[in-house]
T-cell receptor, first 114, second 109 residues
Framework: EPEVTQTPSHQVTQMGQEVILRCVPISNHLYFYWYRQILGQKVEFLVSFYNNEISEKSEIFDDQFSVERPDGSNFTLKIRSTKLEDSAMYFCASSSTNVANTQYFGPGTRLLVL | QKEVEQNSGPLSVPEGAIASLNCTYS??????FFWYRQYSGKSPELIMS????GDKEDGRFTAQLNKASQYVSLLIRDSQPSDSATYLC?????????FGTGTSLTVIP
């Protein structure tokens, strides 16, 4: 069964460093998303991406964040200068046809900023 | 601000009982509604989606939507210990998805 994959599973970084989180969506899916979940809190939408551009972003997704689909299979989230409060689980998701369709989540990357 | 509200629980039910989970949302133009299950330390796993008023059944799960009341619920029949998890309500409005904080369910053997 196709699934969304994410790497790395865990990432530890120093405050101020750049991190890149990687996702491989399900192959025939067209819509891609990033979410974060701070420990003990709710899942928060960051950004949606379609046709090689951002279709929607939340107020969390400020200038330190960027997304890219560099090669037609990977979908990346870059955090330019990490802050302590960026420590969270980051989930990638994808859906097949339109934004209201079912989203399938990857296993997540746990980011710890020291 | 668009909100999705759930009782955080914990909700405890005996094995074989019906578990009832509730969710309200603030934005009347919300279009699609989802229930996800999340085990501790894992990613959300889709259980049900519902788009129109009424009931939708899938196995032991029934989702109910009432757009006039801005209310969506999930019933789990014949609850099993493996159903013990946090249940997340998610609402699609425009191109954004909003999640509730989740309801923790424990099914007691």
């Amino acid at each position: 069964e196709p699934e969304v994959t994410q790497t790395p599973s865990h990432q530890v970084t120093q405050m101020g460093q750049e991190v890149i989180l990687r996702c491989v969506p399900i192959s025939n899916h067209l819509y891609f998303y990033w979410y974060r979940q701070i420990l003990g809190q709710k899942v928060e939408f960051l950004v949606s991406f379609y046709n090689n551009e951002i279709s929607e972003k939340s107020e969390i997704f400020d200038d330190q964040f960027s997304v890219e689909r560099p090669d037609g299979s990977n979908f990346t989230l870059k955090i330019r200068s990490t802050k302590l409060e960026d420590s969270a689980m980051y989930f990638c998701a994808s859906s097949s046809t339109n934004v209201a369709n079912t989203q399938y989540f990857g296993p997540g990357t746990r980011l710890l900023v020291l | 601000q668009k909100e999705v509200e759930q009782n955080s629980g914990p909700l405890s039910v005996p094995e074989g009982a019906i578990a009832s989970l509730n969710c309200t949302y603030s934005d009347r133009v919300s279009q699609s509604f989802f229930w996800y299950r999340q085990y501790s330390g894992k990613s959300p796993e889709l259980i049900m989606s519902i788009y129109s008023n009424g009931d939708k059944e899938d196995g032991r799960f029934t989702a109910q939507l009432n757009k006039a009341s801005q209310y969506v619920s999930l019933l789990i029949r014949d609850s099993q210990p493996s159903d013990s998890a946090t249940y997340l309500c998610a609402v699609n409005t425009g191109n954004q998805f909003y999640f509730g904080t989740g309801t923790s369910l424990t099914v007691i053997p």
